[in-house]
């Protein structure tokens, strides 16, 4: 019945600035298949589509439940990054058996997760 996760959908109050954010500060590029002001989507190497809804009846949330992990190349290097760009983090350096982790906010206030695996 269910084929894949054809998207993940994260609401924004700000297109301009979400987009911004994605792009500028993330290094994402917006695909073809969504690019207005209320509906953009970003391709994800791999697979996978992360769409920003810019709406006024559903609100970002840091708790929410549900959040996208990104899997990065060098968490470190990365994260060095994103706070000399100012970006607030939840949570830094969580380890588990399998990988390394940190949690940032969005400009909306969305959690994304950071994740990389501990080498085999």
Not at 22 to 43: F, I, V
Not at 63 to 73: H, I, M, P, Q, R
């Amino acid at each position: 019945m269910f084929k894949k996760v054809a998207f993940t959908m994260y609401p924004v109050t700000d297109a301009t600035r979400a987009r911004a954010f994605y792009e500028a500060t993330l290094g994402l590029t917006r695909s073809s298949g969504g690019d207005s002001e209320m509906w953009t989507e970003y391709d994800l190497p791999g697979g996978g589509c992360l769409a920003l809804f810019k709406t006024d009846d559903i609100k970002p949330s840091a708790s929410a439940g549900g959040c996208v992990a990104f899997e990065v190349d060098d968490l470190d290097a990365l994260t060095a990054r994103l706070k000399a760009a100012g970006v607030p983090f939840k949570a830094d350096n969580i380890a588990s058996p399998v990988c390394r982790m940190a949690v940032i906010l969005d400009s909306e206030g969305n959690s994304l997760i950071l994740h990389q695996l501990k080498p085999r």
